[in-house]
């Protein structure tokens, strides 16, 4: 009985361990006691991809999502792109109703705001860098971003 009781008690925590990772739009998360240990990881697309070529032959979105991968990966090293400072989820808008912050084609002032990323129920705004145009924004709306992504170019 007591190891049945364990093992329930490892399942809600994994549950909690995943919804945290939804939650917070990490891509894993660790806890351990002296006497415990657990991982949850979330699978990237890439991964899924190399690992099971035969699904995503047959699958529209996929393709899609490696190509978006391979684009943010080329804006990556460009001299006006505006990467995330933290992980989290991104925000095009202040509110569902409300018109996006800026849009492809925008002229914009050093300090404006673009985005914002919700981190830890705390949103933080992501201003631009420079004065320019928006020539590309990589993110959608309710996006889960990393450190480091690039979120759109200003030239």
């Given at each position: ?100 912050f800026v849009q492809i084609g925008d002229q914009i002032t050093e300090g404006q705001t673009l985005f914002l990323i919700e ?37």
């Open positions: 009985m007591a190891k049945n009781s364990k093992q329930t008690i490892e399942s809600d925590l994994i549950r909690e361990l995943a919804r945290l990772l939804d939650e917070t739009g990490l891509s894993e998360i660790e806890y351990g006691t002296d006497s415990l240990s657990i991982r949850v990881a979330k699978q990237t697309v890439a991964s899924t991809m190399s690992t099971t070529p035969a699904a995503a032959a047959g699958s529209i979105t996929a393709p899609t999502q490696d190509t978006a991968a391979a684009s943010e990966a080329s804006y990556a090293d460009h001299p006006g792109a505006v990467k995330s400072p933290m992980v989290g989820v991104v925000y095009t808008s202040p509110d569902p109703n409300s018109a996006p981190a830890m129920k705390v949103f933080n705004p992501i201003v631009a860098p420079k004065t320019g145009k928006v020539a590309r924004i990589l993110v959608d709306t309710e996006t889960p971003v990393e450190f480091g992504e690039p979120l759109a170019v200003i030239e």
